[in-house]
């Protein structure tokens, strides 16, 4: 933003005012955004997209996997499919922003059918066989599953006067759609039963709470006494989860969802986890009841629920439960059909692998008769003994994957050593419950190294290296030049070494970032890399690249308007954590500016002031000295400006906003803050 001096007169208008506001308010948390605008032509067009052919060594690639895994068992479809009551006809929903447009589209999936194309990893394509599979399940009498309308599973439990709801997706579209399907089934099966008794919260990951107000309101939560039960710490969580590091961590998520990528044989084909999130209208109620302690045990609605709290696992705020008198235990995300993340590539901080390993080995022994196991993400299993060969290999996947990271990293060995060195022993790697369709063992270990070491290996030569820019210009210039080492790179990829391709012509397009032959033939590598993944999130990366490497950057980023539900409860301080993040450092060098900012519906103030270059934030105490200017407005006016939500007009007439003091130094301070670049670059240098 131009700064705005005391020279210009618009310093002191209301609509220089509300423009500095809005601009320093806009927040970057929540998902990734919405949609794409192309800016860069293809120069070459094998497909609609520009993606390139499989080449013989992506089919041989192929064909390795097809002859060492048991691709022909069936048992996981058959499990898939049991108790399966009905599916839709055509599950698709509606975006309630825009009618014509849809948050989920199972149908767009319809080409994952038959044999694995040669573009896509036989065992993705296996999972991705397994995703497809939706509708409404019974697990046992009493106990119901809605798969496939969302990235994760809705869970119903019948209680003595109404639904027990776990998990209600990510969305008010997907959730509001998904239960109203599951009433119409039971209408049919006799069971005329719509209310709500009790709402549980596996944990704080938005795909299991984000859908709560599609099927239910606040009001009727509080009107009812309806419980709302979730593991201690899930409302901070939750709601803090994205906020300060939110513009990268959407950015990055367009990568990992593939979000912008078409669904076909050479776009997205799958998430691993489930197909993928659903971009839609986000909410959050906030609980009443805690579990924060193992075997912590309710009674909700007639059914007895036995809780393992099992925080710092797969998410900071999570919980499994059994059912005793169902003799089913779900196991949350804590425990699903693949290798989960210890890292996830979107950005967040590493999960603590021993302590995962660590609650699965408490779950199988405080759980020892379940009859049947089912969790928030893919589909069930069934029998004691399966549950228990089932639990074991994921115990020892992320134990063993913790335990020699840790003796490789203590011989000297380097992430990238390690990452390159390690598999899974036989016994685990033929278990298609341990393969690395979300997580992988290579980008696991570099997660086991980071949670111990951090990202400094420990080589001097890596502790201060040049920009990424800098250093490829020397590269190119020590290959011969941009048409030599192009010669390099198209030998590397005419023998199959599409890494090596790769990183040399990453170098060449951070150093020439028009060179239109060096952007195809590194969209090229990614595409052959994207086609081997037997990682959903990587194919995804790969194929994310190679897309915005032949058409540009996206345009536009996050709809914050999305996330209204969740920032209504996001605490006030969670909002001045992100502005301070957000203040532009060369320009407040000399400033020494405050302002207090008053709500006037929940009485509180808090004052904000910049010393050194640093925002600080605090409740307003009476010892506190005046403020440069006061901004009065209420908490909802506050997340509608931020939201882009608050027109000018309505704004500025409003009753509910206010200042008091220097109009002027109010605008000075928000001018001092940037606005967030919701769609940076990635694979080019940013300019």
């Keep these: ?315 900071p705020a999570e919980f499994t439960f059994y059912l005793p008198q169902h003799k089913a235990f779900c196991g949350g995300e804590v425990v699903s059909r693949n290798m989960h993340n210890l890292y996830t590539l979107r950005g967040a901080k590493v999960r603590d692998a021993l302590k995962w390993s660590g609650y699965i080995e408490e779950m199988r022994s405080l759980y020892a008769d379940a009859d049947v196991y089912f969790a928030s993400h893919h589909w069930p299993v069934w029998g004691r003994d399966h549950i228990q060969t089932f639990l074991k290999q994921q115990r020892d996947t992320y134990k063993f994957i913790h335990d020699q990271t840790v003796r490789l990293m203590n011989q000297g060995k380097t992430p990238g050593d390690i990452a390159e060195v390690l598999t899974l022993p036989a016994s685990l790697q033929q278990a298609f419950s341990s393969r690395g369709y979300y997580g992988t063992v290579k980008h696991n270990a570099r997660a086991v190294y980071q949670g111990y070491l951090g990202w400094y290996d420990a080589n001097p030569a890596h502790l201060d290296p040049l920009p990424n820019a800098e250093r490829a210009r020397g590269y190119v210039a020590l290959a011969g030049g941009a048409d030599a080492l192009i010669s390099t790179a198209r030998e590397a990829m005419n023998q199959g070494n599409y890494r ?32 081997q993944a037997e990682s959903g999130p990587w194919r995804d990366v790969y194929l994310t690249g190679a897309l915005e490497l032949r058409h540009g950057t996206p345009e536009s980023g996050i709809n914050i308007a999305t996330m209204r539900d969740m920032l209504l409860l996001t605490p006030i301080e969670n909002f001045f954590d992100t502005l301070a993040v957000r203040l532009k450092a060369e320009d407040a060098e000399d400033k020494q500016l405050s302002v207090t900012i008053h709500f006037t519906d929940m009485n509180e103030s808090y004052r904000l002031w910049i010393e050194n270059a640093v925002l600080h934030h605090k409740p307003l105490t009476a010892a506190d000295p005046a403020a440069d200017a006061t901004l009065n407005l209420t908490h909802e006016l506050f997340v509608n400006i931020l939201i882009g939500e608050a027109g000018l007009k309505d704004t500025l007439f409003s009753d509910d906003l206010s200042v008091d003091g220097s109009r002027l130094d109010l605008v000075r301070f928000f001018s001092l803050f940037e606005k967030p670049v919701t769609s940076f670059p990635i694979v080019v240098p940013a300019s």
């Design 500 to 531: 090596w391709s790769a990183e040399l012509l990453n170098h060449l397009v951070f150093a020439q970032p028009d060179n239109d032959e060096a952007r195809e033939l590194l969209a090229a590598s990614y595409d052959q890399m994207g086609y």
């Design 1 to 315: 933003m131009k700064k705005i001096t005391a020279s210009q007169p618009s310093a002191l208008r209301p609509a220089a005012l509300l423009t500095s506001l809005s601009l320093a308010l806009l927040s970057a948390c929540g998902p990734a955004g919405s949609g794409t605008s192309t800016t860069r032509s293809s120069s070459a067009a094998a497909d609609a997209m520009g993606n390139t052919t499989p080449s013989a060594y992506t089919i041989a690639a192929q064909q390795q996997v097809r002859d060492s895994l048991p691709l022909a068992d069936r048992s996981d479809f058959e499990q898939a499919e049991r108790g399966l009551i009905a599916s839709p006809e055509r599950l698709q929903t509606a975006s309630l922003r825009d009618d014509a447009s849809h948050v989920w589209d199972r149908p767009s999936y319809d080409f994952i059918d038959g044999a694995a194309p040669d573009s896509v990893n036989p065992s993705l394509w296996r999972q991705a066989k397994l995703n497809n599979i939706n509708g409404l399940f019974e697990v046992v009498p009493g106990v119901y599953q809605l798969r496939g309308f969302d990235l994760s599973n809705m869970t119903l439990i019948r209680g003595e006067n109404g639904w027990i709801i776990v998990d209600p997706l990510t969305s008010k579209e997907t959730a509001a759609n998904a239960f109203r399907f599951a009433l119409q089934q039971f209408a049919l099966r006799g069971d005329t039963e719509q209310r709500i008794s009790a709402i549980l919260f596996t944990h704080s990951h938005i795909d299991h709470f984000g859908g709560v107000l599609g099927i239910i309101s606040a009001q009727d939560i509080e009107r009812q006494n309806i419980p709302v039960v979730a593991p201690l710490g899930f409302m901070e969580e939750a709601t803090s989860e994205n906020m300060i590091a939110g513009t990268a961590m959407s950015r990055r998520a367009v990568f990992m969802y593939g979000k912008n990528l078409p669904r076909n044989e050479r776009g997205h084909v799958d998430s691993g986890l489930g197909k993928g999130p659903a971009f839609g209208e986000f909410s959050i109620v906030k609980p009443n009841t805690l579990v924060g302690e193992t075997d912590t045990r309710l009674t909700l609605d007639g059914v007895d629920f036995q809780f393992q709290y099992t925080p710092e696992s797969e998410a």
